[in-house]
């Protein structure tokens, strides 16, 4: 049976989608922009980041190493289902839990095309927005892409998203890349307390949740909730907490005081500070618990202890992780497994990535989860050892699927279940066919490579297990965009 791209784009369901997002929401053209004053980008080409050898899987199913790299890891790289098979899943999980031993020069060589995104806080407003955005956006794709520290990069990702901050908002613009750097890479596998304080005393989170304008100079001006109610109910215990308004309130009123230096102050804008003045230091009740009055500053710490001996915040990380790495509808026992992990650690958050991955339900969840877009373009990109500079061209089709980083605009951040992104599979296919002939502008895959090194087993590499009668006909029909598109690809 052969299939042409019509009929397989049928059976992927396609067929089916409308497409949603036209070429209105296509980024506009980026005008002339200062570049940074730092070094020159390293000379391009940089090392081969997919090195081999080259094996593929036999198995008819996903097996241990497979699933390994689809769930740690943006997906299986060339090179990469050999070397995991002959490190062991569990010796390649310590390797990721201790990024910093990792060697990443090749990607770190690719990312300094990227200069702002190593520029000091302050420095950067002296640049356009529309620059820092791109050039975030196009280093995170580098990274996914081509780091090997792939879980660590994974995690940003979860914590990205955790806690979501549009980088379209007022001062955001300037201060997500410092975010970015100096909050979610630097405690992406750290300890969730202080995470959660970096986030707190974020610079980009209080301009985006407004923290920075919560005040309480006089006994009647009433504080700004906005970020309180979100760090309770988004970012540490969860909506079901029980919790009440009166506790939101009392948060909002801990959190006072807390100001990010704006114009007029252009050394130091972007500095936080906290201003004793418009704080409010009587005593509060948080979740029963009394922070006594007159300790100034240190009533974020006292909130943030507060929130980490409740049992509700431990379930919701656990909730949220096990989502992410498991299904769209993880177990109790293996939420509770994570949760007990998170208390018992202190919020370790290696861990309880070991105590998820080593529960039997991950072991079972096999192509459970539904690829979001980023996941998509990052494990097509991967699987092919594509090069190139990831500039607009991908980001663009995130545009269209409606994934484009730091861009979602409410708290909550992009959704982790497959409904939101069924709608995608149109531009899914495009993207494929685009990767599979050459023509996505700035992207190369040397397909006479990967058909020398892996030989018949092609189709079984892309897969990450051996294809079907039906996939295999489509792929000798339709050439590798078939695969890319296909409904087993979408799936990890």
Known sequence: MNLSRRDFLWMAGAATVVSTTGCD???KMIPELKLAKLA???????????????VAPAGTEKDA????????????????????????VEAYLEEQLSPDAIDDKPCDQRIRLCETIFVPGREL???????????????????????????????VGFWTDHFNIDSSKGDCQWLKTMDDREVIRKHALG????????????????????????????????????????????????????????????????????????PGWLKRRGRVKFNPDLHDDG?????????????????????????MKNPETGHFIATKL????????????????????????????????????????????????????????????????????????????????????????????????????????????????????GTLDGVEVDWDRLRENFGDALASHLLARAPSDLERNAYNESGPAALIASPAFQRY
């Open 25 to 27: 929401l296509a980024p």
């Open 40 to 54: 020159p980008p390293s000379f391009w080409p940089v090392a081969d980041p997919f090195p081999g050898p080259y």
């Open 65 to 88: 190493v497979s699933h390994a790299l689809s769930r740690m890891a943006y997906g299986p790289a060339p090179g990469d289902y050999a070397r995991v098979s002959a490190l062991g």
């Open 125 to 155: 407003y002296e640049y356009q927005e529309t620059l820092l955005l791109e050039e975030l956006t196009r280093a995170t794709l580098l990274r996914a892409v081509y780091s090997k520290r792939q879980l660590y990069e994974v995690m």
């Open 191 to 262: 300890k969730f307390p202080e995470l959660l304080r970096a986030v707190v005393l974020s610079p980009a989170m209080l301009w985006y949740l407004d923290g920075r304008v919560n005040r309480r100079a006089t006994e009647d001006e009433q504080p700004n909730e906005n970020y309180a109610r979100e760090l309770l109910e988004l970012h540490s215990l969860g909506v079901h907490a029980g919790y009440s308004q009166q506790d939101v309130m009392e948060v909002a009123r801990c959190l006072t005081g807390w100001t990010v230096q704006e």
């Open 283 to 307: 005593a509060k009740e948080v979740l029963g618990v009394t922070v006594p009055s007159g300790l100034g500053e240190g009533d974020v710490e006292r909130v943030i202890e507060i929130v």
């Open 322 to 437: 096990c989502r992410r790495f498991v299904s769209d509808t993880p177990g109790i026992e293996i939420v509770d497994t994570v949760a007990s992990a998170f208390r018992k650690s202190e919020g370790d958050i290696p861990t309880m990535l070991r105590a998820l991955f080593a529960h039997p339900e991950f072991l079972q969840s096999r192509d459970a989860k539904f690829k979001r877009p980023f996941r998509f373009a990052v494990s097509a990109l991967r699987a092919t050892g594509a090069s190139g500079k990831m500039k607009s061209p991908v980001s663009e089709y995130l545009v269209r699927m409606g994934h484009a980083p730091f861009q979602y605009p409410t708290p909550e951040g992009y959704a982790d279940e497959a409904a939101p992104w069924l709608g995608t599979l149109f531009w899914r296919w495009h993207m494929a066919d685009a990767l599979a002939n």
